[in-house]
């Protein structure tokens, strides 16, 4: 279904992407997600598994504290929009990843490094079920195969055995399934929900706080 622009639901707008980027790179240390890796980030939990509620996402995002009441309410409400935008727009085949911009001889390069980053640390909120169907049933790796062939060819996931880079066609064919690989795992979860078993598996074994998922990188600025 191709719903015209004018029906979209309602996204950040570039003022509102500006100010949000602005906020998170002014509070940001090594390491930390800019706007894309958020982008990424809540991608991977809208399609997720399991529910991660806004209070265990945000802390993936935020770092300082506020200023002061109204910054606070301003970035909350900007984070809620961006998150909720997400569904949205994948309903209405709308969606468009926020990617990053790195600066090469050739001239400034989109890169999904900062995007793939944070879909990765999306995943590791319910790692447990992730990691467990991944190792079960092929058809989620399969789905998954655009994401984790740029996540390599960017450094963001390190694999077993050596790749050739991706060519830029390659490259640009793998963003542009973007949309269409969010939506397909969406639709596996919902119809291959996680497992009583499963469920209790992760009862048993809670997300430690702090624990380290698989290497990562960052560069760039947001571009949507």
């Given at each position: 279904?191709?719903?015209?622009?004018?029906?979209?639901?309602?996204?950040?707008?570039?003022?509102?992407?500006?100010?949000?980027d602005?906020?998170?790179?002014?509070?940001?240390?090594?390491?930390?997600?800019?706007?894309?890796?958020?982008?990424?980030?809540?991608?991977?939990?809208?399609?997720?598994?399991?529910?991660?509620?806004?209070?265990?996402?945000?802390?993936?995002?935020?770092?300082?504290?506020?200023?002061?009441?109204?910054?606070?309410?301003?970035?909350l409400?900007?984070?809620?929009?961006?998150?909720?935008?997400?569904?949205?727009?994948?309903?209405?085949?709308?969606?468009?990843?926020?990617?990053?911009?790195?600066?090469?001889?050739?001239?400034?390069?989109?890169?999904?490094?900062?995007?793939?980053?944070?879909?990765?640390?999306?995943i590791?909120?319910?790692?447990?079920?992730?990691?467990?169907?991944?190792?079960?049933?092929?058809?989620?790796?399969?789905?998954?195969?655009?994401?984790?062939?740029?996540?390599?060819?960017?450094?963001?996931?390190?694999?077993?055995?050596?790749?050739?880079?991706?060519?830029?066609?390659?490259?640009d064919?793998?963003?542009?399934?973007?949309?269409?690989?969010?939506?397909?795992?969406?639709?596996?979860?919902?119809?291959?929900?996680?497992?009583?078993?499963?469920?209790?598996?992760?009862a048993?074994?809670?997300?430690?706080?702090?624990?380290?998922?698989?290497?990562?990188?960052?560069?760039?600025?947001?571009?949507?």
């Open positions: 279904m191709n719903t015209p622009k004018s029906e979209w639901p309602s996204s950040l707008d570039d003022k509102e992407l500006e100010e949000l602005t906020y998170l790179r002014a509070h940001s240390s090594e390491g930390d997600l800019m706007l894309d890796g958020v982008h990424g980030l809540l991608s991977a939990v809208a399609i997720g598994p399991l529910e991660v509620k806004p209070e265990e996402w945000l802390h993936e995002v935020l770092h300082d504290a506020f200023g002061d009441e109204d910054e606070g309410n301003r970035v409400a900007l984070l809620a929009k961006l998150n909720d935008s997400i569904s949205a727009e994948l309903d209405v085949d709308a969606y468009e990843p926020i990617l990053g911009e790195v600066d090469t001889e050739e001239g400034p390069l989109l890169s999904a490094a900062g995007w793939c980053e944070g879909f990765s640390r999306g590791d909120m319910r790692a447990q079920l992730w990691e467990t169907r991944l190792a079960e049933d092929p058809t989620l790796m399969q789905l998954l195969g655009p994401i984790m062939a740029l996540a390599v060819d960017e450094g963001v996931l390190q694999a077993d055995a050596e790749f050739e880079k991706l060519t830029d066609e390659e490259y064919e793998c963003l542009g399934q973007l949309p269409e690989v969010l939506n397909a795992v969406g639709d596996y979860w919902r119809e291959n929900p996680p497992t009583e078993d499963e469920l209790k598996a992760l048993r074994r809670p997300r430690s706080e702090g624990e380290e998922g698989p290497p990562r990188q960052r560069s760039g600025h947001w571009v949507h």
